[in-house]
């Protein structure tokens, strides 16, 4: 059974940080781009950032460059989301997902075949 499972979100202050995990099984992970993504409510799902199959490429939203960092661990199946300097409207439901398309080529939502269920992330004083 193919899984993405997010974990770490949670309630942090306004310039606080976050590190979201996103474990998966059930297929070859090493061969997938990985993206994270996020929907507020109310608002549509947006690409947050995506890692290409060999982490060798990584690419952010503009909202969210300079404070994210996206990194992977194929070995333990891994990937991860480091979220920094938070902001109230970074509050959103984040998911990562996976698509065996190359980053490169700018893949689109329904380009990610798996997805995780998602986690909650709240920046709230």
């Known amino acids: 059974e193919v899984q993405l499972v997010e974990s770490g979100g949670g309630l942090v202050h306004p310039g606080g940080s976050l590190r979201l995990s996103c474990a998966a099984s059930?297929?070859?992970?090493?061969?997938?781009?990985i993206g994270w993504f996020r929907q507020a409510p109310g608002k549509e799902r947006e690409a947050v950032s995506c890692?290409?199959?060999?982490?060798?490429?990584?690419d952010y939203a503009a909202s969210v460059k300079g404070r994210f960092t996206i990194s992977r661990d194929n070995r333990r199946r891994m990937m991860f989301l480091r979220m920094g300097s938070l902001k109230p409207e970074d509050t959103s439901v984040y998911y990562c997902?996976?698509?065996?398309?190359?980053?490169?080529?700018?893949?689109?939502?329904?380009?990610?075949?798996?997805w995780g269920q998602g986690i909650q992330v709240t920046v709230s004083s």
């Open positions: 997902a996976a698509t065996g398309r190359r980053v490169s080529s700018s893949p689109s939502q329904k380009d990610y075949e798996y």
């Open positions: 059930g297929f070859t992970v090493a061969g997938y781009a």
């Open positions: 890692i290409a199959q060999s982490a060798r490429y990584t």
